[in-house]
């Protein structure tokens, strides 16, 4: 949405506001799902259990073609393999391991290079996300693609925990559905459609939480899906003022690492399993928790690989590394050994899970560990990538905060960064934060960790130091 829309519906009253967002939901259930869904489902199902030679038959020649085509078809590609290669004809576009990692600047910086020429991007749906780094990207996606990773998505997110997209649930979310300077509910927004209760994370606080406990119950959701730290305050906060929970059958987790007192507090107040799961806007790889605590990697979403910092070989099984994607569902604009910022590990050969699935195991997932901000009215915000969002011309960005009322915001500018641009981003801040005070600093590079991870928010140290006290029992942030 444009900001005019944006700020026409935050003005709308209560009914209006689920009508609009019901008309969205609407659309999307028509584009994510079709009649040919649960047949995708159940398939997806049986190949869970296939062993790694049937994977290989299967997945070779759907990554074989998406090789040649991008060679021959794909501007970013067949220009490097002309140059590299030397031919772009038959089916010799050589390995994948011969093939570079794609920094995510290249994608960032010319997007519809990386469209097959045969295809017109005005066909396709356009999504503009940055990512976990703050830096915007642009994706085009074909319908077929889109609605394959719906199909994993029921099968897998939601299946293995026995849920299906016709029950009804909760998100607590970084969408504005409520005006900013809200004191009072409604802090969400009901998607009929969808059967969606979409919550703020921008209205959560201790003083809120009563309310969003409520909205739960009084809307009879089933599960919810989120982020863990904005989850985990939620759950927290219930716990400390005795407020009641619904009869929750899961508590699904996603877009930031899970940390165990995060899961234990959630399984506490709620009474249900709690799965992590691990995505991406890219759709090219995917992750989700069996039922005996195991982070399963899809295979027909994309290849992975774990690859060492300092080259873009292999690690050894166990060791951290680089996850680097080959989507398999997006021939439309193909992205291939795609470095996706974060960090993991695989498991030893030979190890098999309990619950007798043979897909590949991650041992963990690093990446993605924003830090919260503290606003002085006492609410707790992360995950304020989505300010980023909508074509401002940043590479990459990363807000710190630096005192009780003080935010500092490390842009990296990108071509026709001004002070248009500038404004816009401190309005879509206030409108989050309040009142904090905002500076913004031009800057040529933002540091990585000593782990070479980048941190989109980056809380106070005071807070970070003494969170665990500030949010209520179980819940710590450090």
Known sequence: ????????????????????????????????????????????WARERWSNEAWAAWRQPILQRLLTDAAQHVPHYRSWARQRLGRTDSGEAGGLEYWPVLAKESLRSAPLSFVD??????????????????????????????????????????GWAGLSRHDRWAILGGQLVAPPGRQRPPFWVWNSPMRQLYCSTYHLSRTTAAAYA??????????????????????????????????????????????THQREVLRRVFGCPVYDTYGMSEHVGAASECESGTLHWWPEAGVLEILRDDSDTPVLPGETGRIVCTGLLHREQPLIRYDTGDRGAVVEPGWRCPCGRTL???????????????????????????????????????????????????????????PTAEESLRRALMER??????????????????????????????????????????????
């Open 117 to 158: 020429e045969r295809i017109d991007p005005r066909s396709l749906m356009i999504e503009r996300t940055s990512g976990s780094t703050g830096t915007p990207v642009t994706l085009y996606h074909g319908v077929e693609g889109i609605r394959a990773w719906y199909a994993l998505f029921e099968a897998r997110w939601r």
């Open 214 to 259: 409520e909205a739960l119950m009084v809307h009879r959701v089933t599960y919810l899906l989120g982020y863990p730290s904005a989850l985990a305050l939620l759950a927290g906060w219930m716990e400390e003022q005795s407020l009641s929970a619904p009869p929750l059958k899961a508590v699904l987790s996603n877009a930031e690492p899970l940390y």
């Open 360 to 418: 590949p195991v991650l041992t963990r997932i690093e990446g993605r560990s924003d830090d919260l901000i503290r606003t002085p009215d006492g609410r707790w915000i992360g995950r304020l990538d989505p300010v980023f969002k909508g074509g401002l011309p940043v590479v990459e960005a990363q807000i710190q905060q630096l005192g009780p009322d003080r935010i500092e915001v490390r842009v990296v500018p990108g071509h026709g960064y001004g």
């Open 433 to 478: 934060v309040g009142a904090m005070r905002i500076e913004i600093v031009l800057v040529e590079r933002i540091p990585r960790g000593s782990n070479g991870k980048f941190k989109a928010v980056v809380g106070w140290k005071e807070w970070r130091a003494g969170a665990g006290a500030a949010v209520g029992p179980g819940v710590h942030h450090g």
């Open 1 to 44: 949405m444009s900001f005019g829309i944006d700020t026409i519906y935050r003005r709308l009253p209560y009914p209006m506001k689920v009508a609009a967002a019901s008309a969205r939901g609407w659309r999307l259930q028509r584009l994510r799902y079709g009649r040919e869904t649960d047949e995708r489902v159940r398939a997806a």
